[in-house]
C-alpha cells in the first residue's frame, strides 16, 4: 500500500482524512504546515500528498511548488483540498503542478476514488500481477486468468479479489470489505452489496462457482483466497 501526507491545519479534517485513508491500508502522516510537509517529504518520501490550500505561514500552492522541486515528491500525485470550488484556486492549483483537486466539505468515498485513482496513474510500486495458485490478475488490464481462461472484472470485482489477492489466505468479514474495498464507515454498507459481487466473481474464476475451491466462504467469519486448495 502507500504513504500518503495529509497537509491541513485543521486537525479534525486532517485526522478524518488520515483515518480514512489507513482503513484502505495506506500509510499516513499529518503535516499542520508547509515546513512541516517539506520535512516529512525529505525523510519519507510520500507516494501521494493531500495537500489543503489554506495554511498558516505558506499556502499549499506554494508548498506544492516546493514539492515539485523536490527529487523525491516531483512526480507524486498531488491532491488539493479547496474551502470553496472558486476557478481561481482550481487554476492556481493545477499552475503550481496540482493534479487534482477536492472541494470541502467532500463526501469520504469521493476522496477514497481519487486517492485510488491517482494512485494507479501513477503508482510505480504498484505490482502488475498478483498471483495465488492458478489465479493471476493482472493490475493493469483488469484481467483474471485462471488456467487457459481470462475474464475482464468490473472495478469493484478487481478491488475486491485484488484485496482478497494481497492478503490470501486472510478472512475477511464483509463489513471489512466493505471498508476496505468501498470505502464505508464501520457498520455502514449492506453484506448483500459484498454477496453479489462475490458471486459475479466466484462465476469468473470458480470451475463450479456453487462449489467454490477458490474464493472460499468461512462460514460465520467472511471470505477468503486460498493459496492452496484444502481438500477435506
Ligand atoms: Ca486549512
Known amino acids: 500500500m502507500s504513504r500518503v501526507l495529509v497537509v491541513e491545519d485543521e486537525a479534525d479534517v486532517a485526522q478524518l482524512v488520515a483515518l480514512g485513508l489507513e482503513r484502505q ?13 517539506m520535512e516529512i517529504a525529505v525523510d519519507w518520501m510520500p507516494d501521494l500528498i493531500v495537500l489543503d490550500v489554506r495554511l498558516p505561514t505558506m499556502d499549499g500552492f506554494e508548498v506544492c511548488r516546493r514539492l515539485r522541486t523536490l527529487p523525491h515528491t516531483s512526480q507524486s500525485p498531488i491532491l488539493f483540498l479547496t474551502a470553496k470550488a472558486v476557478l481561481e484556486d482550481k487554476l492556481m492549483g493545477f499552475k503550481a503542478g496540482g493534479d487534482d483537486y477536492l472541494t470541502k466539505p467532500f ?33 493493469r488490464t483488469f484481467e483474471v486468468q485462471v488456467g487457459d481462461k481470462t475474464q475482464l472484472l468490473t472495478q469493484v470485482e478487481f478491488d475486491l479479489l485484488s484485496h482478497l489477492m494481497r492478503h490470501r489466505g486472510e478472512v475477511f468479514s464483509s463489513d471489512q470489505l466493505l471498508q476496505a474495498v468501498w470505502g464505508y464507515p464501520p457498520g455502514v454498507g449492506s453484506p448483500a452489496l459484498v454477496r453479489v459481487h462475490i458471486r459475479n466473481l466466484r462465476r469468473k474464476i470458480e ?10 466462504t468461512v462460514r460465520g467469519h467472511g471470505y477468503t483466497i486460498r493459496p492452496e486448495v484444502t481438500r477435506p
Open 207 to 216: 470451475p463450479d462457482p456453487s462449489k467454490p475451491i477458490w474464493l472460499q
Open 25 to 37: 491500508g495506506h500509510e499516513v502522516k499529518i503535516a499542520d504546515d508547509g515546513p512541516e510537509a
Open 107 to 139: 463526501d469520504f468515498p469521493e476522496l477514497v476514488w481519487r486517492v485510488r485513482a491517482l494512485l494507479r496513474r501513477s503508482h510505480p510500486l504498484q505490482p502488475e500481477y498478483l498471483r495465488v495458485g492458478p489465479l493471476t490478475l493482472n493490475c
